[in-house]
């Protein structure tokens, strides 16, 4: 039972961060008026329309909860709870209203606001929550930025990039911006805990620093976000350096969600009842996916279906 309730956690953080990073994504497209909005708005709309689909994929979570987080069955336990079925369906609406062709900069900005904070509050309590000593930090709010980085990517490379020429400098801008966001967040996160040399906070850093952790994000999420950015520098991209930076902006966000999510295993009720296993991972992640995929394309096709 661990190790499925590991896989699900880690396959819902990865499909909670890309969702609500389309919803950024597509909320700050519209209240700057991006001329690429557009011509992603199939891709970004199709995600968010999947939002709803989070609500059901999350209850196996609060069966195993008590599997994967110390504090499941404690008072805070059901704050917690509570909170992230209001985070849920903040989304759920968000997600319903955005795509809409009525949409505003108004709605727009504010949708973004809320999307900010719940999911600065909702990663930290999905993701970063099994270490009782951890205080909270700007992780959360870099995941958001991560997942924003990895769902426009992903729009890119389904999609491929725009046509008119506006339209793809714009999209360069943005995928240099959030590039360097995800950076920043990692780096200041860092800085914060090595400067003020606070002991919980470093501790959850000391064990994503050996073996295979230290490996992967300095060996494969670091390279993979640096590599982006060097690819976005330079303006006037072409297409196959568009596909290329998007691909690795995908490949360090999974990097990264695995990194932030899977040390954290011995600290879980269940991590002493059994390992993890990543062909279960993999499995779990791709059926999740393949829902998520199918549940916006049926939202769209009913959206699209004349009254």
Known sequence: MTGLAEAWLLAFILAAS?????????????????????????????????????????????????????WAGQPRGLAVLAAGAAILSLWAVLGRLLPRPSRTRWRAG?????????????????ALSRDLRWAGSLNGI????????????????????????EARTGLERALLTLGIAVLWFLFVAFLTVWAADLPAEAAWYLRRSEGAWFWLKTGL????????IALS????????RMRAAC???????????????????????????????????????????????????????????PV
């Open 18 to 70: 890309l969702g609500a990073g389309a919803l950024a994504v597509l909320a700050s497209g519209i209240l700057l008026r991006e001329r690429w909005v557009e011509p992603l708005l199939s891709p970004l709309s199709a995600a968010a329309r999947a939002m709803p689909v989070l609500i059901p994929l999350a209850l196996p979570l609060v069966l195993m909860a008590g599997d994967l987080y110390p």
């Open 110 to 126: 504010l949708s973004l606001l809320l999307i900010a904070l719940s999911a600065a509050i909702g990663f930290e309590d999905w």
């Open 142 to 165: 870099g995941m958001l930025a991560g997942g924003a980085a990895a769902s426009l990517a992903l729009a890119v490379l389904a999609h491929g990039p725009p046509q008119d020429a």
């Open 221 to 228: 999420a670091l390279p993979a976000l640096l590599g982006a």
């Open 233 to 240: 520098v330079l303006p006037q991209w072409r297409p196959w």
């Open 247 to 305: 691909a690795l902006l995908v490949v360090q966000h999974g990097a990264i969600v695995l990194w932030s999510v899977r040390p954290d295993v011995a600290l879980a009720p269940g991590g002493t009842r059994g390992g993890t296993s990543p062909l279960l991972d993999a499995i779990v992640i791709a059926a999740m996916a393949l829902v998520l995929v199918l549940a916006g394309r049926l939202a769209g096709r009913r959206e699209a279906r």
